[in-house]
């Protein structure tokens, strides 16, 4: 009686499965009305990269394809662009960063490059600086030649090479000020330096940005009596 059930129902689900009619009704699509939908990827214009970057009277403009140069009188720097954007020199002289196509990377390179390009220009033209503060007894900075030699609570001095480019200056042996027009080899320098001694949250010791605030913490409390 079993084997008879088993039987049945295979024979069942069998029928089923081709489609026949034996109570249960299936139903087939045919397979040339079957298409799938691709949503489009609508990319938003950066705010930042349609803005347009202003070119001083000071600063020289040259571009040949996607490699600009620009010189000023602190310097030169050089920057080539991905093939996802393009930058245009406007007829009143400024720049303009715009995309060569519409995905989703040229999208975000947009606004980077913009913003690479307006520190190239502000850089040649007027500088950068960056600062930094030593905190903690005995901590202290000095300059010897082309290196700056840091006493940051180590058995040994700390001696680090000046690159070229770069102008550091000491002022009263715990305030660093770091110049130049490339902003990244700035902002490069000064994190090596901090990278020493990072301040810590107890007692505020170590290498700081002179605009950096460090959250606090509390010390662990003395054992109650």
């Given at each position: 009686?079993?084997?008879?059930?088993?039987?049945?129902?295979?024979?069942?689900l069998r029928s089923a499965f081709l489609g026949e009619r034996n109570g249960i009704c299936v139903s087939s699509i045919p397979i040339s009305r079957v298409c799938l939908v691709r949503k489009a990827v609508e990319c938003k214009e950066s705010r930042i990269g349609k803005q347009l970057?202003?070119?001083?009277?000071?600063v020289t403009i040259t571009l040949e394809g996607q490699d600009l140069k620009v010189k000023g009188p602190l310097g030169e720097l050089a920057l080539t662009y991905p093939r996802e954007v393009k930058v245009d020199k406007e007829e009143s002289g400024m720049l303009r960063v715009r995309k060569a196509v519409e995905t989703r990377r040229a999208n975000q390179m947009h606004g980077l490059f913009r913003t690479l390009t307006d520190n190239m220009v502000v850089g040649v033209s007027k500088g950068f600086d960056k600062r930094l503060q030593l905190v903690g007894v005995g901590y202290r900075a000095m300059?010897?030649?082309?290196?700056?030699?840091?006493?940051?609570?180590?058995?040994h001095p700390v001696r680090m090479a000046i690159p070229e480019g770069i102008q550091v200056?000491?002022?009263?042996?715990?305030?660093?000020?770091?110049?130049?027009?490339?902003?990244?080899?700035?902002?490069?320098?000064?994190?090596?330096?901090?990278?020493?001694?990072?301040?810590?949250?107890?007692?505020?010791?170590?290498?700081?940005?002179?605009?950096?605030?460090?959250?606090?913490?509390?010390?662990?409390a003395g054992k109650k009596k």
């Open positions: 009686m079993a084997s008879s059930v088993i039987s049945f129902q295979t024979s069942n970057i202003q070119v001083p009277s000071n300059l010897e030649g082309k290196d700056l030699v840091l006493s940051l609570g180590f058995s200056k000491v002022e009263e042996n715990t305030r660093i000020v770091v110049s130049g027009y490339d902003k990244s080899a700035i902002g490069q320098f000064a994190a090596s330096v901090r990278k020493w001694r990072p301040p810590e949250p107890y007692k505020g010791k170590g290498v700081k940005y002179a605009d950096e605030i460090i959250r606090r913490k509390e010390g662990k």
